[in-house]
């Protein structure tokens, strides 16, 4: 998890669980959605919400290099996975559970896809069934403190992680949730109680990313009373939104989540 965050890494109990890719499809112009599936994934303890995972994927031809890997993310399995052969050592990055299906044993994945930049969105959009993949359970980040409505702030990277939100927040909830996109056309279908007033914001052309998200968030009236908010994607938008919110509106800084999941300038997926 970046290092612009106050969510508490936890680790699953299942460790390193494998699996296969299914299917790869495109479902909007810079959305890549790819299901993975095995037996394996019957050790997966699926939470909701925005439940993320460390993504391994290989860089190799043949061996995938899983056998190596260690069990959890912590500072002892890092450092394990650093003295791993770089040529190998499959390639890890940060994703969201966009959907789960236990009974199939299937789980879907949404990556941003720029063209070729960064490294999981390339993979993903060339993605072909029977690749290897493996993933390490990280929990979630959702972590409501009592409030009186809600409100959750992402860029397209922080899109499945809002969406797993408010599929699985109680259909008597109320809020505001503000989802910054390079297009309409990247909209979604998200299954939001009835009293969640979501957002889609478009990043005009030239504009750095989270910026629209952030000035929306200023601009908009807010509800009465005091919200739990939830904040995730580049790193300005997440740190902007806090500090918004508990310098200039007096919000208890224990009723804001934030995540940076990347920073502008730097090449991440």
């Not at 303890?45 to 061996?63: N, T």
């Amino acid at each position: 998890m970046a290092s612009i965050s106050n969510i508490e890494i936890t680790h699953g109990v299942a460790g390193l669980v494998r699996a296969e890719v299914l299917r790869s499809e495109r479902v909007s112009p810079h959305f890549q959605r790819v299901t993975i599936g095995g037996d394996d994934l019957a050790r997966f303890e699926y939470q909701g919400f925005d439940q993320w995972f460390r993504l391994a994927i290989p860089v190799a031809e043949g061996d995938p290099g899983f056998d190596r890997l260690p069990d959890r993310i912590d500072m002892r399995g890092y450092l394990k996975y650093l003295t791993l052969p770089k040529a190998t050592r499959p390639v890890i990055r940060n994703y969201t559970v966009r959907a789960f299906r236990p009974e199939q044993r299937e789980l879907d994945i949404d990556f941003v896809v720029h063209g070729d930049e960064g490294v999981a969105g390339p993979w993903a959009a060339a993605a072909q069934p029977g690749s290897a993949v493996a993933l390490i359970d990280q929990g979630c980040g959702w972590s409501p403190v009592p409030a009186d409505w809600f409100l959750l702030v992402a860029d397209p990277s922080g899109l499945p992680a809002v969406a797993g939100i408010l599929r699985d927040l109680p259909r008597d909830a109320t809020g505001i949730a503000i989802i910054e996109l390079d297009t309409l056309d990247d909209a979604q279908h998200i299954e939001a109680p009835d009293s969640i007033d979501l957002h889609w914001v478009i990043r005009p052309e030239g504009t750095k990313v989270g910026a629209t998200a952030l000035q929306h968030v200023r601009d908009l009236p807010f509800p009465v009373g005091a919200p739990y908010a939830f904040a995730v994607g580049e790193a300005a938008l997440v740190t902007g939104t806090r500090r918004y919110l508990v310098s200039e509106l007096g919000v208890n800084k224990k009723n804001v989540t934030f995540c940076g999941y990347w920073k502008a300038g730097r090449n991440s997926d």
